[in-house]
């Protein structure tokens, strides 16, 4: 392993503003003394290390921070991710165990070390093992300033740590957690069965399955909705099959089918959709068909909108405002969302055309 002490001192002193001679008066050492560090020649001794973290507002272990060889690390680590994935979960606690004992202070080692005792866990729901992976976690949070690959948040580790507790029946400390990282309510779907069916609270549950569901749907929408695109550029039908089925997933969504509710909006953008590429495979009397279905639907909302979850299943709230981008009127969405992104072929000049006719 190569230390960086000096390096990390060099850096941080740089990014406070500080001279070599600043920071020679603020621990009462010389200047040459900040020199030799910076420059590799000499290591500050431990209390001044804790007087340098200080100043800094670091961490010794930060401050202390090494580039390893990479290739024995990343063979443990990849070892012990072939052992979980076999089931081999006692070989590869094992493994974890040697693994830290020689490379404690490596990021992507803790943090799968951490998921070894987190399987078992989850295994025998054993306190101890549940004791040790949230250990590797709070771990891992401080040396979080070391993963390169940046794909890990303190967030993510939280959350974990919360599926610990889960695990051993400890729902109170897990909500605690969830609840405190529960930023644009990423974990809703967690706290409303924790709510739900371990505690089997349902006035503390309905909340967070309203708001869920409503994130849900939206990001489920957009997600078939782009996955419709990137089929039709392949040319693939199943561009047609998923806008069919996300139009049947809406419709089951409302509690009376003659009632106009809010995802309509989104399902007449589909219908719109769904005929652009019905004409671009030839299926012209379907394309033809949901065209007016579309403008129908868009019709009818834009006359009288609905900016409430009322008829929506599991939420039917008319407290619950809803908001989008789409657009003032959903004619507007269809001209943003359908015509000015797909292919400008034959087949979606033809559909434009026969909206902009039922326009007029």
Known sequence: MQIKTGENIRKLRKEHGMTQEQLADAL????????????????PEVKLLMDIADIFDSSVDSLLGYVQHTGNVEGRIRRIQELMASKDIEEALSEAESALRRYPYNFRLVYTCA???????????????????????????????RDTAGDISEVTILNYMATNYMAVGDYEKALEILKKNNIRNINGSLISFLYGVELQMPDE?????????????????????????????????ECIRSLKWLCTFLDSLKTDNELLVYTDKSKALALALLSVWEEMFGYEEDASTHIKEAYELAQRFDETPVTDAVGIRFIDDPEAKL??????????????????????????RKIRKIWNDLMT
């Open 28 to 43: 009462g050492v010389t200047v040459g003394a900040v020199y030799k560090w910076e420059a590799g020649l000499s290591i």
């Open 115 to 145: 998921f070894v005792y987190m399987v078992k866990t989850a295994e025998d729901g054993g306190r101890a093992y549940m004791r040790k992976s949230n250990e590797l976690f709070e771990k891992a949070l401080t040396l979080l300033d």
């Open 205 to 237: 549950t309905v909340p967070y399955v309203k708001k869920t569901v409503i994130e849900a749907v939206i990001a489920l929408d957009r997600t078939i909705y782009a996955a419709s695109f990137s089929y039709a550029l392949k040319h693939d039908e």
């Open 323 to 348: 908001i989008d981008s789409f657009g003032k009127t959903v004619k507007e969405a269809v001209d943003t969302y359908v015509f000015d992104k797909v292919p400008k072929n034959k087949a979606s």
